[in-house]
């Protein structure tokens, strides 16, 4: 069955984007630095990006593009330009949003849903048995607290970004155990999965 | 020469401690949590690894606060090497054991600095700029350092490669220091 696997880069003070991260500045002042472990050259158009890579990083790059569904928050979706519409191989793409907007870009591939878990349903149907990838670390936490996120895949990059936005920020109180399934050392990153164990 | 290393045992999301925590309560609620994976300090493996090299460092630094919270280690951390604790207000009582208190950071560290590494407890939150050369983070992915108290100085420090960019700052060691390219 597929699972949900949210993907994030996170500096070690456990910042996903730099401060002052906005429209012109998705990941925040110096937030790049947290990407650089698979654009070297802080390109922001994923494109290709995965060629370069070898080794672990390219086995972690080849699993992301291997999912068969994204489910994006709509902020990280806007700030990426929506990927035009194609994230990876045209998989759908189901963006997370309170309303539907007025004037968006007609992608065949994208579609709104309002509801996290109405997200993840839609994308595990559509995914035809892989993975479900998930973007934005919003979306993250709502699916964390809806609890039909399965798993966490996060991309640890020693630095201390010092400030900027957290992953886990806002959290409902509780404890949430995890499941370590793999860590993986590659050149500039260690690569941590976990898997949320359900509650109860 | 020894470096000075943070060893901290933190959650995933960045804590140290449970809410609520205090000298009744030093972990917070829920926060011995974190210090299940010392049960298996003793089992072969990292664990093991990492405890042993954290029982071989020859000084600690500690803040007042974990200090406190610790029960002042019964004036014994470990093998009676010196504790150094950093502290605006000294106790009247006297240091029990290998302690000594100590009000200034650049101080601290420079007697702490000896042939062998030196233990630093404590995240600093109500220090300036308390920069290790050297983090060890148990269990966990992420440190918060200096917790917003430090403003722009922890940034400074830990893109610096010169102790002088951030006054308060332990002192960092170029060719030391993991951050610094």
């Known amino acids: ?200 | 020469m020894g470096l000075i290393r943070l060893y901290m045992t933190m959650s995933l999301d960045g804590y140290v401690a449970g809410p609520g925590d205090g000298v009744d309560a030093p972990m917070g609620i829920g926060g011995f949590r974190l210090f299940n994976w010392l049960d298996r300090r003793n089992d072969p493996g990292p664990n093991r690894q990492v405890f042993s090299e954290l029982m071989s460092t020859r000084a600690v630094i500690s803040g007042r606060r974990t200090y406190e919270h610790a029960g002042r280690w019964q004036g014994d951390h470990h093998d009676g090497i010196p504790v150094f604790v950093l502290t605006h207000d000294v106790p009247g009582d006297p240091p029990p054991g290998s302690v000594r208190y100590i009000t200034d950071v650049d101080e601290c560290a420079a007697r702490a600095r000896g042939d062998g590494d030196v233990l630093v407890h404590g995240q600093g939150r109500r220090r300036r700029c308390c920069v290790p050369d050297t983090l060890t983070n148990w269990n966990c992915t992420s440190y918060r350092s200096c917790s917003g108290r430090a403003d722009g100085c922890s940034t400074t420090c830990q893109r610096s490669t010169s102790s002088s960019a951030c006054s308060g700052a332990w002192p960092l060691q170029g060719s030391e220091n993991p951050r610094s390219t």
């Open chain 1, 1 to 200: 069955m597929s699972k949900t696997v949210l993907y994030m880069s996170m500096s070690v003070d456990g910042f996903i984007a730099g401060p002052n991260d906005g429209p012109d500045n998705g990941l925040g002042d110096g937030g790049h630095r947290l990407h650089e472990w698979f654009l070297p050259d802080a390109d922001a158009d994923h494109t290709g990006a995965a060629d370069h890579l070898v080794g672990v990083n390219r086995e972690l790059m080849d699993e992301l593009m291997a999912t068969g569904a994204v489910v994006a928050g709509r902020r990280t979706f806007e700030l990426v330009g929506g990927w035009n519409g194609d994230h990876h191989d045209g998989v759908p793409i189901f963006v997370l949003s309170r309303q539907q907007p007025a004037d968006r870009p007609q992608w065949p591939a994208v579609r709104y849903v309002s509801d996290v878990t109405r997200a993840m349903d839609l994308a595990r149907e559509a995914a035809g048995g892989k993975d479900v990838l998930v973007h934005g670390a919003l979306t993250a936490r709502l699916a964390l607290a809806a609890c039909v996120l399965d798993e966490l895949q996060l991309h640890l990059v020693p630095v201390l970004l010092g400030q900027g936005r957290p992953l886990f920020d806002d959290m409902s109180p509780g404890r949430a155990e995890l499941e370590p399934l793999r860590a993986l050392d590659g050149p500039g990153v260690l690569h941590l999965r976990y898997r949320v164990r359900p509650a109860g």
